[in-house]
Nanobody, 128 residues
Framework: QVHLVESGGGSVQAGGSLRLSCSVSGYNSNADSVYIAWFRQTPGREREGVACIRRGGGSPFYTESAKGRFTISLNDAKNVVYLEMNSLNPADSAMYYC???????????????????WGRGTQVTVSS
């Protein structure tokens, strides 16, 4: 059973930084075609993608809102995926979720429906 647990959220002033963590368990340790993505959601809005990384290598993916400010990384030994967020602004305030899937063919990286496994989220609040 795949299990994802987010941590690291909190309150920060505009211009500040946070590092979110997603602890991943349940995937076969030899599976390198696993994708872990970060999404975020505010009340009344659809969940939107932020960043995605593939276990086993390859360049990570970022949406436009994250490029240049956010960095996703993977500590394979610890089975943790990080999201380093810099230059935060109030528009970044949201519940942040990590999601996982095993590669089984072409899929839409930024579609929440592509991911069968989700954590419960961690709240990020950025004040002006």
């Amino acid at each position: 059973q795949v299990h994802l647990v987010e941590s690291g959220g909190g309150s920060v002033q505009a211009g500040g930084s946070l590092r979110l963590s997603c602890s991943v368990s349940g995937y076969n340790s030899n599976a390198d075609s696993v994708y872990i993505a970060w999404f975020r959601q505010t009340p009344g809005r659809e969940r939107e993608g932020v960043a995605c990384i593939r276990r086993g290598g390859g360049s990570p993916f970022y949406t436009e809102s994250a490029k240049g400010r956010f960095t996703i990384s993977l500590n394979d030994a610890k089975n943790v995926v990080y999201l380093e967020m810099n230059s935060l602004n109030p528009a970044d305030s949201a519940m942040y979720y990590c999601a996982g899937k095993s590669y089984d063919g072409k899929f839409s990286v930024w579609s929440p429906a592509s991911y069968p496994y989700w954590g419960r989220g961690t709240q990020v609040t950025v004040s002006s």
